[in-house]
């Protein structure tokens, strides 16, 4: 992972404030197409999918307007609900002739104006002040940047058990600065036992944003004061809660969209879960499901929640942050890695995990 504030330095997002009335696209074609003022550009699925989120709609509420109205149906819909920001004003992010992001700025509260100046000076006070980086990741568009830092002191786990032995850890920050929504602090947690990292989310809480005219007491303590030992006893106790925690079939596939993007590190994902899917891309536990005359993929969410597997929640978070934080065989970017350890963070700091209310005659993994 890079660790050089330089990459700041070299952000040059192509960011436009466009008219509604001078683009032209049709959301539901799979060429994605998309005409701007005259000009053809490709529309990525993440765009296509913030353009439709800024109607109202999503591609899961529209898979199901085609089971009952059909391709027909689903596009009246959609015509429809374009009609909504027809006379708005989007800002597009363009890579190349690619559109990788649309974002409606009278929907953004979090106060742009944070340039990437104002964030590497930032890092470069934390540093002054002892902390160290661990990596500084930019998506490929140039409209984020991620940048983790740690305080160099390691806690040791208080904790007795057998499981946690040898675990201790670093402290820091994450600044996310996004081009075309806001710049927000995160805790950061550094595992010294495998170097993994784990970009703490906010548990359901706003995000906390900065702003380039924050007093200097009020930036200080959200940079440097704001780890205290009782959230760090809490990380530890969240660990060892998550270590018994089963995972359902439905929390395991969310995370496992972000472990299937590394297809050539099977050892990595077996070593960790103990399983790996085979050449037909499944895991034994869901073959166990079959010989049950159960079928996972026509289950229903609400079904797939109380579905067990074989794996613990700690399994699923420790495959995630090592593949997030270190070298693999798999060609995956430093961002799409980065993305998975903020996507983990979320996960851990969840209230609730699915309840363990396990559907009728299903397999034991005990």
Known sequence: MNNSLQILDQVKPQ????????????????????????????????????????????????????QTSGEKGANAVVRNAMKSVADKKMLFAFDGPRITRVVDPSQN????????AHVKKMAEMMIEKGMQVYGVTASPDGTNVCIQ????????????????????????????????????????????ICSNGLIRGEDGR??????????????????????????????????????????????????????????????VIRDHLGDAPNSNGKFNFSMQYERKGLDLENMTAKQLANAPT????????????????????TNVSEWEKTKMLQAAGKMINRSNQDASNWIFDVPSFN
């Open 109 to 116: 509260k979090a106060a742009a104006g944070m340039q990437p």
């Open 206 to 267: 706003a995000a906390t944003w900065l702003t380039p005219n924050m007093d200097a007491a009020t930036l200080y303590k959200l940079l440097f004061e704001d780890v205290s030992t009782n959230k760090i006893n809490a990380y530890f106790s969240k660990i060892a809660q998550l270590q018994e925690t089963p995972l359902s079939v439905r929390e395991f596939q969310e995370m496992y969209k972000h472990i299937a993007k590394f297809g050539d590190d099977l050892g």
């Open 149 to 192: 830092l740690c305080d160099p002191r390691v806690y040791d786990s208080p904790l007795t058990m057998p499981s946690h032995k040898n675990e201790a850890i670093s402290v820091g920050k994450s600044i996310h600065w996004d081009a075309m929504g806001g710049t927000s602090i995160h805790d950061f947690v550094k595992r010294l």
């Open 310 to 329: 074989p794996f613990k929640w700690w399994d699923g978070i420790n495959t995630m942050t090592w593949l997030g934080s270190h070298e693999t065989k």
């Open 15 to 66: 960011v436009a404030n466009l008219s509604m009335q001078d683009v032209r696209v049709d959301l539901l074609s799979a060429d994605a197409l998309v005409e701007v003022r005259g000009m053809q550009a490709v529309m990525t699925p993440t765009a296509k999918n913030d353009l439709l989120k800024a109607t109202g709609l999503d591609f899961a509420t529209i898979d199901r307007i085609k």
